[in-house]
């Protein structure tokens, strides 16, 4: 599932497998809401700015989408844990 918009919060987590990550809360322009894990990277995007990604475990944000992070998993509704990559 693709996915993207500006970042209303940002959580470090650890998965039932033990594996640190972030969790990204999204809100994107349509005001629905989705979360990715991403593994935790030396530059990182904050509060309020915008990511996006594909079927590919790339997540791409900053200026002409030069900032990358590993995503874990897939995206997923708030509430619901992750099909793949683990739950909190």
């Known amino acids: 599932m693709s996915g993207g918009g500006h970042?209303?919060?940002k959580?470090?987590?650890t998965l039932e497998s033990g594996k640190q990550?972030?969790?990204y809360h999204v809100m994107d322009r349509h005001d629905d809401e989705v979360c990715v894990y991403a593994e935790p990277?030396?530059?990182?995007?904050q509060l309020r700015d915008?990511?996006?990604?594909?079927?590919?475990?790339?997540i791409y944000f900053g200026e002409n989408d030069k900032g990358c992070l590993t995503k874990v998993g897939y995206s997923f509704r708030p509430g619901r844990q992750a099909l793949k990559g683990g739950t909190e």
């Open 7 to 9: 970042i209303i919060e």
């Open 11 to 13: 959580m470090p987590v």
């Open 41 to 45: 990277a030396e530059t990182e995007p």
């Open 21 to 23: 990550v972030i969790r």
């Open 50 to 58: 915008q990511m996006w990604w594909g079927g590919a475990q790339i």
